[in-house]
Structure formats: structure tokens, C-alpha cells
């Protein structure tokens, strides 16, 4: 995967050098208790939205180490910048450790905080998750059992989706740093939350037509359920988890 971000990183700096926006580059992130977990629910979005300039780098390596740090709540400085409480206070490491600052609160492009209640993404992630154990987790450990990642690796630190040279300089490596996400993440069940139309299959999506053949080898190879998913912004919740829950193998709620 090292080669692909160091190709990633090396496009996004030239954008970063000639641009008058600039582009911060992802990785997946797990809850501490996944790899250890039974079911191994993986949440795909689109692509990470207005996240810290302090992930601007120009080196791989020290990227890639970075997000490894996120992950085990070791990288003060985004506790500082990104993941503040209501009062504008850093919370603390062990609160942005793993996937736990989803509990507590994200900072806004518009400079305001929400929780994870007020965020339809998050929200059917939980409800999901829960589902998927039959709601026998410990009360808050959810976060702790899933795994996140995006499509796209390269986005706007201001926030939004790639468009335009953002989106054209990843299309190749993109699906295949995904290809080695999924084997190092091994899932059991992956909800991707990604489609931009409710009509079209997912081979014709725009958004999840470069990367469908990735992901159907991987459920095909370990007979596991995907679901492909739109934003549930605009549909009742009920009726959007019962397509969920339908589409990974479970009873509807």
C-alpha cells in the first residue's frame, strides 16, 4: 500500500504547490476492538470531509504514521484542531482514539460542533452495528468494533468531495489501496454509503462504478454481504435501515 500513497502524496503536493485550495490525503481507521471482534463491520463513505491541515504532508511515510497515530489517540495536535467540545476545548487523546471521536464532537466547516445523534451517516452506522450484534455490545463500545474508510483518498481540506484534477489524479490508485484495505481489514460485512442515485446499480453509479469490481471480488472470494448504499439524508430512517439490514443479511427492525 506504501507505493500507492507514496504516488498519492507525490500528486496532492503538485496540487498543494499550484492550487489556491489545498488537498489532505486519508487513510482507514479502526476501532480498537475490530480486529479482535467477530463481525467486522467496514463503513465506506465517499471521501473524508474538511479534515485538519495537519495532515498535509509531503511524505508518505510520515502520513501514513500519522494516521496510524490517530488511531491509537497518540496525535495531540488533531485533538486540538478538529475534535473540540462545545466550548471550543481540545477533548482529550482517549477520546479521539480509534473511532471514538465519533461519540463526541466533530468540528464543522461552518465552525459549529454536532454529535454523532445529529449525524444521519453515523447514526445508521450505530444502528447498524448494533443490529449486526443484536444489540449484545456494551453500552458505547460500538465505535469500538467497526472499521472506517473512504473512497477517495484525496480530498479537500476545506471540506467537500474531489472534482475536476482532485478526483482525476487518484482514479487509478484509489481502488487499489482499496483492494489492500479490504485484505488487511478482512470484513465481514462492509456498508458502503457512496451512491448518488437510488435508481442506478451499483456497477453504474458514478461514484461506486471505479470501484465495484474491487469490492464484488472481495464478496464474491468471501461469500460476505455488501451494501451499497445512498446518503440517508433523504429518506426516513426506518426505511433507509430496513434497506440496510436487508441488503447484509439480516431480519428487518
Given at each position: 500500500?506504501?507505493?500507492?500513497?507514496?504516488?498519492?502524496?507525490?500528486?496532492?503536493?503538485?496540487?498543494?504547490?499550484?492550487?489556491?485550495?489545498?488537498?489532505v490525503?486519508?487513510?482507514?481507521?479502526?476501532?480498537?476492538?475490530?480486529?479482535?471482534?467477530?463481525?467486522?463491520?467496514?463503513?465506506?463513505?465517499?471521501?473524508?470531509?474538511?479534515?485538519?491541515?495537519?495532515?498535509?504532508?509531503?511524505?508518505?511515510?510520515?502520513?501514513?504514521?500519522?494516521?496510524?497515530?490517530?488511531?491509537?489517540?497518540?496525535?495531540?495536535?488533531?485533538?486540538?484542531?478538529?475534535?473540540?467540545?462545545?466550548?471550543?476545548?481540545?477533548?482529550?487523546?482517549?477520546?479521539?482514539?480509534?473511532?471514538?471521536?465519533?461519540?463526541?464532537?466533530?468540528?464543522?466547516?461552518?465552525?459549529?460542533?454536532?454529535?454523532?445523534?445529529?449525524?444521519?451517516?453515523?447514526?445508521?452506522?450505530?444502528?447498524?452495528?448494533?443490529?449486526?450484534?443484536q444489540?449484545?455490545?456494551?453500552?458505547?463500545?460500538?465505535?469500538?468494533?467497526i472499521?472506517?474508510?473512504?473512497?477517495?483518498?484525496?480530498?479537500?481540506?476545506?471540506?467537500?468531495?474531489?472534482?475536476?484534477?482532485?478526483?482525476?489524479?487518484?482514479?487509478?490508485?484509489?481502488?487499489?489501496?482499496?483492494?489492500?484495505?479490504?485484505?488487511?481489514?478482512?470484513?465481514?460485512?462492509?456498508?458502503?454509503i457512496?451512491?448518488?442515485?437510488?435508481?442506478?446499480?451499483?456497477?453504474?453509479?458514478?461514484w461506486?462504478?471505479?470501484?465495484?469490481?474491487?469490492?464484488?471480488?472481495?464478496?464474491?472470494?468471501?461469500?460476505?454481504?455488501?451494501?451499497?448504499?445512498?446518503?440517508?439524508?433523504?429518506k426516513?430512517?426506518?426505511?433507509?435501515?430496513?434497506?440496510?439490514?436487508?441488503?447484509?443479511?439480516?431480519?428487518?427492525?
Amino acid at each position: 500500500m506504501i507505493n500507492e500513497y507514496r504516488e498519492l502524496v507525490k500528486n496532492a503536493n503538485e496540487i498543494n504547490k499550484k492550487a489556491d485550495h489545498k488537498v489532505v490525503v486519508s487513510r482507514y481507521l479502526r476501532g480498537e476492538k475490530y480486529e479482535s471482534s467477530e463481525i467486522k463491520l467496514l463503513v465506506i463513505g465517499r471521501a473524508i470531509n474538511g479534515w485538519s491541515n495537519d495532515f498535509i504532508v509531503d511524505n508518505a511515510d510520515e502520513l501514513l504514521s500519522m494516521w496510524e497515530k490517530q488511531e491509537r489517540g497518540e496525535l495531540e495536535c488533531l485533538s486540538k484542531t478538529r475534535f473540540l467540545d462545545k466550548g471550543k476545548t481540545p477533548i482529550s487523546l482517549e477520546e479521539t482514539k480509534g473511532l471514538e471521536w465519533v461519540k463526541t464532537y466533530i468540528k464543522s466547516n461552518k465552525n459549529y460542533c454536532r454529535t454523532e445523534t445529529q449525524s444521519r451517516f453515523w447514526s445508521v452506522v450505530r444502528a447498524t452495528t448494533e443490529a449486526l450484534y443484536q444489540n449484545n455490545l456494551k453500552k458505547g463500545e460500538w465505535t469500538k468494533h467497526i472499521a472506517w474508510t473512504n473512497l477517495a483518498k484525496l480530498a479537500p481540506a476545506s471540506g467537500g468531495n474531489p472534482k475536476g484534477d482532485n478526483w482525476r489524479v487518484q482514479i487509478e490508485l484509489a481502488p487499489k489501496i482499496l483492494e489492500k484495505e479490504l485484505k488487511e481489514l478482512e470484513p465481514t460485512h462492509i456498508l458502503v454509503i457512496a451512491k448518488t442515485s437510488q435508481q442506478a446499480t451499483p456497477q453504474e453509479d458514478s461514484w461506486i462504478k471505479p470501484f465495484y469490481d474491487v469490492l464484488n471480488e472481495y464478496k464474491e472470494k468471501n461469500n460476505i454481504k455488501v451494501a451499497y448504499m445512498c446518503r440517508p439524508e433523504f429518506k426516513g430512517k426506518k426505511e433507509y435501515l430496513n434497506e440496510v439490514y436487508n441488503a447484509l443479511g439480516m431480519d428487518k427492525k
